[in-house]
């Protein structure tokens, strides 16, 4: 039998590939799952995409405040057809698991007129508010099935 040793690059590459694997793996990780669809909704949002927001809200969606999926769709259509341009800045407070499958986030959202990028942050005007919210892993994705705001 001959044994072939990888030269210098080969293992480099290999390396390469183990460290992206176990990134990876990481972003796989519960926390890393809800992490993301907090982004994707704040994306969905900025993008006015009604119908985006809504595929993280479970069908059995309940706020503090009585309202269901149906309802916080119709507000969000209300919303993007008074607002034409949104941006949030947020900022994720806090996070834990109450079980495997439910995690409890606090979120701190500036909604922003204009694009905070283009612009002096310190000369921005914002709603700032708080939202606790409840997901729960629905399959392979986490859903949103309560909330409460506040403004800050």
């Given at each position: 039998m001959?044994?072939?040793?990888?030269?210098?690059?080969?293992?480099?590459?290999?390396?390469?590939?183990l460290l992206l694997l176990a990134a990876c793996s990481d972003r796989a990780s519960p926390d890393a799952q809800v992490r993301a669809v907090i982004e994707r909704i704040e994306r969905a949002v900025e993008e006015r995409d009604v119908g985006d927001v809504l595929a993280h809200i479970a069908a059995q969606y309940r706020d503090e405040y009585g309202n269901d999926r149906e309802t916080v769709g119709r507000a969000l259509r209300g919303y993007f057809i008074a607002h034409q341009s949104i941006h949030l800045l947020t900022r994720i407070e806090a996070l834990y698991f109450l079980s495997d499958d439910e995690a409890?986030?606090?979120?701190?959202?500036?909604?922003?007129?204009r694009d905070a990028a283009a612009t002096n942050a310190w000369d921005l005007a914002a709603d700032l508010y708080s939202f606790?919210?409840?997901?729960?892993?629905?399959?392979?994705?986490?859903?949103?099935?309560?909330?409460?705001?506040r403004r800050s």
């Open positions: 001959i044994f072939v040793f990888p030269s210098k690059p080969m293992r480099a590459t290999a390396a390469l590939l409890r986030v606090a979120v701190l959202v500036a909604m922003v007129g606790d919210l409840v997901l729960v892993r629905d399959g392979a994705e986490w859903k949103v099935t309560w909330a409460r705001w």
